[in-house]
């Protein structure tokens, strides 16, 4: 069982910056495609960012409300995958997932169905 645990979400205000962090327990966790989600009151769980594991060249993909302001990065010798977001706006207020998909033949993917473990989120939250 993979356990992910999230940290690093707060209250800003718009333009300011946050870093969010997953940690995890598993020991092959560079084997593993990483993504963040998140979910706002009332909408649906949202693909935010993704990052392939080293066999795939760390690719990345992102969504494009958070292209130019989110960058997603990993550190596979502790185990976290970070997500540095900047220029926030109160649209990004959400609770924020990381997820992992075990599938090693799996290319980056963003839908929230192929990947297999989630941490228990982290409220960001953006004034105006």
């Known amino acids: 069982q993979v356990q992910l645990v999230e940290s690093g979400g707060g209250l800003v205000q718009a333009g300011e910056s946050l870093r969010l962090s997953c940690a995890s327990s598993?020991?092959?966790?560079?084997?593993?495609?990483m993504g963040w989600f998140r979910q706002a009151p009332g909408k649906e769980r949202e693909f935010v960012a993704a990052?392939?594991?080293?066999?795939?060249?760390?690719?990345?993909r992102y969504a494009d409300s958070v292209k130019g302001r989110f960058t997603i990065s990993r550190h596979n010798t502790k185990n976290t995958v970070y997500l540095q977001m900047n220029s926030l706006k109160p649209e990004d207020t959400a609770i924020y997932y990381c997820?992992?998909?075990?599938?090693?033949?799996?290319?980056?993917?963003?839908?929230?169905?192929?990947?297999?473990?989630w941490g228990q989120g982290t409220q960001v939250t953006v004034s105006s």
């Open positions: 598993v020991r092959s966790f560079s084997i593993y495609n």
């Open positions: 997820a992992a998909d075990a599938l090693i033949s799996r290319i980056l993917d963003q839908r929230p169905g192929v990947y297999d473990y």
């Open positions: 990052i392939g594991r080293s066999a795939f060249g760390l690719a990345t």
